[in-house]
C-alpha cells in the first residue's frame, strides 16, 4: 500500500522557516517525481514545488521562488520542502504527491500526479 506522510508543518510568525519532509512508503519513488502543493481556505489546490526523479530539474510556482526550496533524497524514499521568508498569504494546508515516470519538473507541474499524502498545516502570523 502507497503511503505519504508529511511532517514539519506547524505556526510560525512571518519571515521565519519551516521544512517539511514527506516520507513515503509502499513501493520505490527513486524514478518517480516529488512535488509539494498546497490548498489556502477556499481557494483551489496548487502546486509550490516539484523535483524530477533525478533531482536535476524543479520547478517553482512564481511565488515561492528564491524563498522555498525542494530537495529529495532517493536513498530514504523523502522529499523535503525547505520554506524561509514565510508570509501570511503562504498559510494552507500542504500536501506531498509523487508522479510516476521521468518528466522534467516543469512538465510535471500540469500533470496529474498519481498519489497523494493528507497533508500538514502551515500558519504563518503576521
Known amino acids: 500500500q502507497v503511503q505519504l506522510v508529511e511532517s514539519g508543518g506547524g505556526l510560525v510568525q512571518a519571515g521565519g522557516s519551516l521544512r517539511l519532509s514527506c516520507a513515503a512508503s509502499?513501493?520505490?519513488?527513486?524514478?518517480?517525481?516529488m512535488g509539494w502543493f498546497r490548498q489556502a481556505p477556499g481557494k483551489e489546490r496548487e502546486i509550490v514545488a516539484a523535483?524530477?526523479?533525478?533531482?536535476?530539474?524543479?520547478y517553482y510556482q512564481d511565488s515561492v521562488k528564491g524563498r522555498f526550496a525542494i530537495a529529495r533524497d532517493s536513498a530514504k524514499n523523502t522529499a523535503y520542502l525547505q520554506m524561509n521568508s514565510l508570509k501570511p498569504e503562504d498559510t494552507a494546508v500542504y500536501y506531498c504527491?509523487?508522479?510516476?515516470?521521468?518528466?522534467?519538473?516543469?512538465?510535471?507541474?500540469?500533470?496529474?500526479?498519481?498519489?497523494w499524502g493528507q497533508g500538514t498545516q502551515v500558519t504563518v502570523s503576521s
Open positions: 504527491a509523487t508522479k510516476r515516470g521521468r518528466a522534467t519538473a516543469q512538465a510535471m507541474a500540469v500533470m496529474t500526479w498519481d498519489y
Open positions: 509502499g513501493r520505490t519513488f527513486s524514478r518517480d517525481g
Open positions: 523535483i524530477s526523479w533525478s533531482g536535476y530539474s524543479t
